[in-house]
């Protein structure tokens, strides 16, 4: 199937601790990004990475971390965990070319105990 | 800087009925515009992406308009039927910042 994988699809984990989430697109996209979806379910651009380049970079923390070893794969991680780090986190990919939509993955959610 | 809201927050309907969300974005630069919808628990499934030089854009009983000058978008549900219950969110591809710019949502109940 053709689409964006994310894993894990739930993450429960203390305080402090460090992870990871992956991030994979077998679409043949150019350009792939990691989305914040928060209590109030709002969703939000936290970067963006074009053929492994870093496009956009929001005003995000940096203990966020995301990393592309190749266009095919985006993962993020977050070192010292925070409370306020509980959301959902959706990766998603499209074309460079603006006339392409956005495909999102499934999400994986993130609790911070 | 663009923004992207959605009303009304919640519907709650009975099956059958036709009905109309709406989307207002702020700036009418953008490349497109994308209806996807949510269920609980779940991730985004894309509906419909109207290019901004498009008018509308159907799907089965989904029917999206785009009045990009009034910075204005309406999805049409046509015969809601309870499977249709869900989150619908718009967003945009903003021209400025060619970044994909979502909005508030609005959460959708059909009842039998």
């Known amino acids: 199937d053709t689409a964006v994988s994310q894993t894990p699809k739930y993450l429960v984990t203390q305080m402090g601790n460090d992870k990871s989430i992956k991030c994979e697109q077998n679409?043949?996209?150019?350009?792939m990004y990691w989305y914040k979806q928060d209590s109030k379910k709002f969703l939000k651009i936290m970067f963006s990475y074009n053929n492994k380049e870093l496009i956009i970079n929001e005003t995000v923390p940096n203990r966020f971390s995301p990393k592309s070893p190749d266009k095919a794969h985006l993962n993020l991680h977050i070192n010292s965990l925070e409370l306020g780090d509980s959301a959902v986190y959706f990766c998603?990919?499209?074309?460079?070319?603006?006339?392409?939509?956005?495909?999102f993955g499934s999400g994986t959610r993130l609790t911070v105990v | 800087k663009q923004e992207v809201t959605q009303i009304p927050a919640a519907l709650s309907v009975p099956e059958g009925e036709n009905l109309v969300l709406n989307c207002s974005f702020t700036d009418s630069a953008i490349y497109n515009l994308q209806w996807f919808r949510q269920d609980p628990g779940k991730g985004l499934t894309s509906l419909l992406l109207i290019q901004s030089s498009q008018r509308e854009q159907t799907s089965g009983r989904l029917n999206a308009s785009l009045d990009k000058s009034s910075g204005r978008s309406t999805l049409y549900i046509a015969a809601s039927q309870p499977g249709d219950s869900a989150t619908y969110l718009c967003a945009v591809r903003d021209r400025n910042t060619d970044k994909l710019i979502f909005g508030t949502g609005t959460r959708l109940q059909v009842f039998p």
């Open positions: 679409l043949g996209h150019d350009t």
């Open positions: 998603a990919s499209s074309q460079e070319f603006p006339n392409y939509g956005y495909t």
